[in-house]
Nanobody, 125 residues
Framework: QEQLVESGGGLVQAGGSLRLSCAASGRTFSDYTMGWFRQAPGKEREFVAAISWRTSNTYYADSVKGRFTISRDNAENTVYLQMNTLRPVDTAVYYC??????????????????WGQGTQVTVSS
């Protein structure tokens, strides 16, 4: 069964750090590019970061470059998002997703077919 389960969200003060985890089942992690997206209330879901499955190339939204790091642990079949120097504008529900469309653009939500339930990240001023 293909399943994604996020964890690690919570409340943190501005400037703090948080690490999100996404546990993947089946072939979700091993055979697919994985991405992190976030959505704040009243806003569209936006791309945060992605990591390719073959070469582990990483991609980041401009807003998080230098602060966030996406990685994966093959042994644990888990994708991580290390978030440092958090800002209040980072507050959102964070989702991990599998890029099911092999030829799709990894920046677009439409390229992903499986999504986790989301984990809330709240950054206080």
């Amino acid at each position: 069964q293909e399943q994604l389960v996020e964890s690690g969200g919570g409340l943190v003060q501005a400037g703090g750090s948080l690490r999100l985890s996404c546990a993947a089942s089946g072939r979700t992690f091993s055979d697919y590019t994985m991405g992190w997206f976030r959505q704040a209330p009243g806003k569209e879901r936006e791309f945060v970061a992605a990591i390719s499955w073959r070469t582990s190339n990483t991609y980041y939204a401009d807003s998080v470059k230098g602060r966030f790091t996406i990685s994966r642990d093959n042994a644990e079949n888990t994708v991580y998002l290390q978030m440092n120097t958090l800002r209040p504008v980072d507050t959102a529900v964070y989702y991990c997703a599998r890029k099911g469309d092999r030829s799709g653009n990894l920046y677009y939500t439409s390229s992903y077919d499986y999504w986790g339930q989301g984990t809330q990240v709240t950054v206080s001023s």
